[in-house]
């Protein structure tokens, strides 16, 4: 693993090494040790089928023409992620919206009106995605009796569509800031009885209806402490992840691990088990406030995704939902996965291609293999996917500036197959990003070009770069 210094003296080689290793992957350092994963034998994790999502403010659902089915640019691009997965429409807007079944339409961060029309729309573009969504009712400063109506309006509009329902969002700061939305101190336990309340009602008046919560912004205790005390009220455990702060984001920050997430996930791991209730990051990304620009809209946010997406997907996360779009401030975020000229085109942004790998890589899967490796201290993670046991895929992410890194698939049983990677110019390349030597059209749509073949079992992985191995069938 590299420290802080040595990460920082190799940045004044980094454009020219990294240019390298991007354009030869046949290219490995003469003293670069073979790394041999080997299945630890631990139990397999489960991954589920619909793991892949997107996150929206609710103002995306209100805005014209974007999450239509006439938008084929935008479906082709959400269907090239996988046949199932999850749009979570809420975020801060949500605090900012109110249903009016026959209203006009508004898509502004602190004043959003969805409409019946809307819903069907949206109805309508989950169908032809095949996806399912979790929605958000106003629970911070709208009244129980309009969510009773909403809530029956999205339950009839979306069908089985509807994965779940959630009250609020990042409600533990409900009693934070300029203007709180509840008298402080807004504890858990006042939070619960309001929950509770406004659950009984909706439930009494939509049967059937499921729950997310708490959806904290990042409070892990609010979150073990609703799974402690579910009692059947809750279906789906939510929080939120960020690296870090748009003002005070870095590459580095996405190239070296977090120290603080780990744990974090091994405490959303145990609430999940102890309670049997899964848990999903449904709100995610690089920097809250947008993004950093400059870094989370660039090849190193596309490295950043897809090992973050195989990380949470190693520790039981039932799924993960990166944002995009529009966020609260009213700019399209930079690191969003599709990027939207707010003129009608949407295209791949750089994680978009992150996310397309990890799509690549779980296809066929339905589980990570817990395995051993030694990287030899390169900054290198290695994920292996599979089903039954048996290895199919295996993914590395070399995120080291300076070095090269060299992989043996023969201890899993994999001596020949085909390799996708994912690669660019350079880190700072917002452009030129292609996974399977191809690039997203201008239609929205990937298909691989050249396959690489894998036939004595190693493979070389370039500095700043990602692989994804498949077994040959």
Known sequence: MFSRRAFLRNAVKYGASLSLGCSSPALVNANDLLNTPRLSGAAPVSVAGNFIGLGYEMSSVATPGLLNIDNHRYLNLIKGLGSAGVLRVGGIVADYTRYEAAGTSRAERQNTVITRADLNRFAEFLKATGWSAIWSVNFAQGRMEDAIVEARAVANALGDRLLALELGNEVENYGRGEKP????????????????????AIRKAVPGIRFAAPDTASSVEWVERMANDAKGDVQLLTTHYYRGSQKYGTAEQLLLPDPHLKDVLVRLRTASQQSGIPWRMCETNSFF??????????????LWTLDYMLLLAQYGCAGVNIETGINQLGFIS???????????????????????????????????????????????????????????????????NSQDGRLSIRELGMNSGKALRLTAPSAESKTGITFGDSAVDLDGRWKAGTKEEIRDGAVAIPRMSAVVLRTAK
């Open 334 to 400: 930079s690191y969003s996965p599709i990027q939207d000229d707010q003129k009608g085109m949407n295209a791949a942004g750089p994680p978009y291609y992150g996310m397309l790998a990890f799509a690549a890589a779980i296809a066929d899967c339905d589980e990570v293999l817990p395995i051993d490796i030694d990287t030899h201290g390169i900054n290198m993670t290695t994920y292996v996917l599979g089903r039954g046991g048996k290895a199919r895929s295996v993914v590395i992410v070399n995120k080291d």
């Open 181 to 200: 939305f509840r008298t402080s101190p807004y504890n858990y336990e006042t939070y619960r009885a309001e929950y509770s309340e406004w659950l009984a």
């Open 289 to 302: 406030g947008g993004g950093r620009p400059g870094v989370s809209d660039t090849f190193v946010g596309a």
